[in-house]
């Protein structure tokens, strides 16, 4: 079976949104909460709302707003904020998730001008996607690492095997409860104890801190440790039978040879990163 999954870009909603990444000018639509419509979930002052700017066809884009203050970052957020974020953002993800009305659901964050997003608010999106399954070319190895540190079955390691490369972090959260909650591209239902309880129930919170604590430390060392020119990088969500994972990836101009070639790269400083994050963190 080919491994070709084609999303599909409407230009024409793309021209009219606001890029105010770069561009001061421009208002910041999150600012300005009173004018926001389509909210679908609150918990102040994290915001899930529908995008004003569907770009990609047959699929059910939201915006999960982070903050009421546009010069917040995600990497500096005091502990209490993150882990709300955090375990907001994972619970309506896993909610779409076992909703099963999608083929898969895409859960992500850009930061800076490099990582692709348009809008420098602090945001998120979870997408759920009608027929494309997210997960086609996302390998197990891609989670593979050496350890960082480990705690209460969550993991940080960084990334021996890389998707695109140079530098990737991986988060992993193991609980086997969450094997429990259906799994859209695995054609899984729920399982009926689910039936009648919240995700939350699902989710241990002790964990889900520990898994924002790790995750904030990858996006603090990308943008302070790692290079004196990262100003950018993504975190990716997956979800792969009882685990959920987060990826970090500082981000740079990308790799001709992954564009051209779908090569990914490691770098050989390894042991460099390795030794810097203990020392800053632990
Ligand atoms: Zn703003």
């Given at each position: 079976m080919s491994a070709y999954e084609l999303l599909h870009f409407n230009t024409a909603v793309a021209a009219k949104k606001p890029y105010c990444i770069a561009n001061p000018q421009v208002k910041c639509p999150f600012c300005d909460r009173g004018s926001l419509v389509n909210i679908l979930a609150e918990d102040y002052p994290i915001l899930l709302v529908m995008n004003k700017y569907p770009v990609l066809k047959d699929t059910y884009p939201t915006v999960l707003v982070e903050t009421a203050d546009c010069q917040q970052e995600f990497s500096d957020y005091p502990k209490e904020h993150l882990h709300k974020v955090i375990s907001f953002g994972v619970k309506k993800w896993l909610e779409f998730e076992n909703s099963q009305q999608f083929a898969s659901v895409i859960f992500y964050k850009s930061h800076g001008p490099l990582s692709g997003g348009t809008v420098k608010h602090p945001h998120m999106q979870i997408i759920g996607l009608n027929t494309v399954n997210c997960y086609k070319n996302v390998?197990?190895?891609?989670?593979?690492?050496?350890?960082?540190?480990?705690?209460?079955?969550?993991?940080?390691?960084?990334?021996?095997?890389?998707?695109?490369?140079y530098t990737e972090f991986n988060i992993t959260l193991t609980n086997p409860k969450?094997?429990?909650?259906?799994?859209?591209?695995?054609?899984?239902?729920p399982q009926e104890e689910l039936q009648g309880l919240e995700l939350k129930d699902y989710l241990n919170p002790e964990q889900l801190n520990q898994f924002?604590?790790?995750?904030?430390?990858?996006?603090?060392?990308?943008?302070h440790y790692f290079h004196k020119n990262?100003?950018?990088?993504?975190?990716?969500?997956?979800?792969?039978?009882?685990?959920?994972?987060?990826?970090?990836?500082?981000?740079?101009?990308?790799?001709?040879?992954?564009?051209?070639?779908?090569?990914?790269?490691?770098?050989?400083?390894?042991?460099?990163i390795l030794r810097i994050i203990r020392e800053k963190y632990f």
């Open positions: 390998l197990p190895e891609h989670f593979e690492g050496i350890i960082i540190d480990q705690k209460d079955g969550v993991e940080f390691n960084l990334a021996t095997k890389p998707r695109t490369g969450l094997a429990k909650i259906a799994d859209p591209v695995k054609s899984t239902g924002a604590d790790y995750t904030q430390m990858a996006t603090h060392f990308s943008l990262c100003n950018s990088y993504n975190i990716f969500f997956y979800r792969l039978d009882d685990r959920i994972i987060a990826k970090v990836i500082p981000r740079f101009v990308t790799s001709p040879l992954f564009i051209g070639y779908s090569l990914p790269q490691v770098s050989d400083n390894q042991d460099a």
